[in-house]
């Protein structure tokens, strides 16, 4: 069974930093592509930032460029995305996704699988 577990949501200020972590279990995590995906109340779902294992290639949406990063450790089949100088616009709640690398685009799982999410609040 495949399982995505995410942490490290929680209420910071404007400019403020919070990591996210994401383990994966049940795939072969070296073969995966991994993204971090939000939705904020009353907007759709918007991919942040993808990376995949298999080449080390990353995505990022333009609105974090410079403000966030994705890394992924293979020894912990864990994703994790560093947030700094956060705004109070990336207030959502954050989803870790996967999937197999030949179903991805941009580094960015299509679907896949899916963590249950971590609420972010940024206050300004």
């Known amino acids: 069974e495949v399982q995505l577990v995410e942490s490290g949501g929680g209420l910071v200020q404007t400019g403020g930093s919070l990591r996210l972590s994401c383990v994966i279990s049940g795939v072969s995590f070296d073969d995966y592509a991994i993204g971090w995906f939000r939705r904020a109340p009353g907007k759709e779902r918007e991919g942040v930032s993808c990376i995949s294992n298999s080449d080390g290639n990353t995505y990022y949406a333009d609105s974090v460029k410079g403000r966030f990063t994705i890394s992924s450790d293979n020894a912990k089949n864990t994703a994790y995305l560093q947030m700094n100088s956060l705004k109070p616009e990336d207030t959502a709640v954050y989803y870790c996704?996967?999937?197999?690398?030949?179903?991805?685009?941009?580094?960015?799982?299509?679907?896949?699988?899916w963590g249950q999410g971590t609420q972010v609040t940024v206050s300004s």
């Open positions: 996704a996967a999937d197999h690398v030949a179903n991805s685009h941009n580094s960015c799982p299509w679907a896949g699988h």
